[in-house]
């Protein structure tokens, strides 16, 4: 227990190291507002006297970004996917991702973005709190408006997310303080390295309340610090302060 507990820290501070921007010569900042509704289950339904279809999951996701002040629409991500649990704490996942995305991520003009993604997710509960892990794989594919020249045009990224959700119940039964770290890792440069260059992509550290409103469904708000690095790019690093309000549901 004490080694995931400290292993959690470490990745916490190095998400938070990796946020800062100090070393970058130049960070524009922004202000965001991002929206989402993640849902998942299992198959069960079909049919309820067969208990191997509990361990068919389905996922199903869309979320809302707002940029420049949270003035315009910036980017929105709807990812359906499909599951099979090994255990009852892990859980394998393939699936699709489509994202139009606008400025400030991009410039000049619009683009989408379609995703292919693969990712393992854990999940158990401890007396401190409830601990969980997803490591994500991700093959990019852009349409013509994206800055790319030359014939590696399949953007692969590694995504590893940690997240901690500590119980309240001095405050709310229902109340918990939740902390992650999601670290981006770009495994290859795409023809253009100006536009993704491999290595240390990004990464998002979110601090917020999750709040319990029924056994299906749980709100969290809070704040997320979001810093994409652009170390071959003319244009500068970002860094994000973005508000974030998420309603999750799980049948």
Do not use: C
């Not at 709190?129 to 030359?150: C, K, T, V, W, Y």
């Not at 709040?211 to 709100?219: E, F, I, L």
Request: aromatic share 16%; no cysteine.
């Amino acid at each position: 227990m004490f080694k995931k507990i400290n292993f959690f820290a470490i990745f916490v501070v190095l998400g938070f190291i990796f946020s800062n921007p100090a070393a970058a010569d130049r960070t524009v900042e922004d202000f965001q507002v991002w929206g989402g509704v993640f849902s998942q289950g299992n198959f069960g339904f079909v049919n309820p006297n067969n208990s191997d279809l509990k361990k068919f999951r389905w996922w199903m996701e869309g979320q809302g970004r707002f940029g420049n002040d949270a003035t315009q629409f910036t980017q929105s991500l709807i990812r359906p996917g499909v599951g099979y649990a090994l255990t009852d704490k892990v859980v394998v996942w393939a699936g699709y991702a489509w994202a139009p995305t606008a400025e400030p991520i991009t410039v000049a003009h619009p683009l989408n973005e379609h995703r292919i993604w693969q990712q393992v997710t854990w999940a158990d509960n401890f007396s401190f709190g409830r601990l969980s892990a997803r490591s994500r794989f991700e093959q990019r594919f852009f349409d013509h408006n994206a800055p790319i020249s030359g014939d590696d045009d399949v953007a692969h990224r590694f995504r590893q997310l940690v997240k901690l959700a500590v119980p309240m119940p001095s405050i709310n039964e229902n109340l918990s303080f939740i902390v992650q770290s999601e670290l981006f890792i770009a495994m290859n440069s795409v023809g253009n390295p100006g536009f993704i260059s491999r290595g240390y992509d990004q990464n998002r550290a979110f601090v917020g309340l999750g709040y319990k409103v029924n056994q299906y469904a749980t709100v969290e708000v809070g704040y997320m610090n979001q810093f994409i690095n652009r170390p071959h790019s003319t244009r500068p690093d970002q860094m994000m302060h973005n508000f974030i309000a998420s309603l999750f549901l799980n049948f």
